[in-house]
């Protein structure tokens, strides 16, 4: 299957700090979408990123697609306890669709 | 509006045991159906995908098998459960054309 992998596996901050996560492809995407797992709950969509080199924000989370779509990125300004989860970005291939390994987010208040 | 359903929330078994994972979907037709698994602490591994009703493609050899008998109904089942099977599943779904996917709430296997 495709790999789509993300860096960091887990992520420590102190509540205030900021975060980034990478998303990598080993081939071009057509589209790149990013999910959010809170604690012992189930995937939720937060944004799909359809365009080379495009930026979306919600509040304090930037979203990017890489010039060459092969690449993404999550980051949240000044994280607040309410950002705790995993963060996984998601992409298809045909009617295929695949997660990312995920990383997993602290805030230590 | 569209509801996906996902049950049992919480299931042990014992090895060697038939394991049956039913989803089943609301308000939609013909969606891409998804099959999911997570084990403690790691990413999510897309072990089967449906694009219509009989269409069942696995991704990963392994001890289970799924199954789509009507539209919006997608089965995950085992003949015989081994302790490897213990994870979380979910299931998903996305309509056509598609777009976000949209997940259960996730069944807790646990194979003792």
């Known amino acids: ?109 | 509006s569209q509801t996906i359903h996902q049950w049992p929330a919480t299931l042990v078994q014992p090895v060697g045991s038939p394991l049956s994972l039913e989803c089943t979907v609301e308000g939609t037709s013909n969606p891409n159906l998804y099959w999911y698994r997570q084990a403690a602490g790691r990413g999510l591994q897309l072990l089967f995908y449906s694009v219509g009703i009989g269409q069942i493609s696995s991704e990963v050899p392994q001890n289970l098998s799924a199954s789509r008998p009507q539209d919006r109904q997608f089965i995950l089942s085992s003949k015989k459960l081994l302790l490897s099977d213990s994870g979380f599943y979910l299931c998903a779904w996305r309509p056509r054309p598609v777009t976000e996917a949209f997940f259960g709430q996730g069944t807790r296997l646990t194979v003792v």
């Not at chain 1, 975060?19 to 589209?31: G, P, Q, V």
């Not at chain 1, 705790?84 to 602290?106: D, E, H, I, P, R």
């Open chain 1, 1 to 109: 299957g495709q790999q789509v992998m993300q860096i960091p596996q887990y992520q420590h901050v102190q509540e205030g700090e900021d975060f980034t996560t990478y998303c990598n492809s080993s081939t071009t995407l057509s589209n790149i979408q990013w999910y959010k797992q809170r604690p012992g709950g189930h995937p939720v969509f937060l944004i799909q990123l359809v365009k080379s080199g495009e930026v979306k924000k919600q509040k304090r989370l930037t979203f990017q697609f890489g010039e060459a779509k092969k690449n993404s990125s999550l980051h949240i300004t000044a994280t607040q306890t309410t950002d705790v989860g995993t963060y996984f970005c998601a992409a298809n291939t045909g009617n295929q669709f695949y997660f990312g390994t995920g990383t997993s987010l602290t805030v230590i208040p």
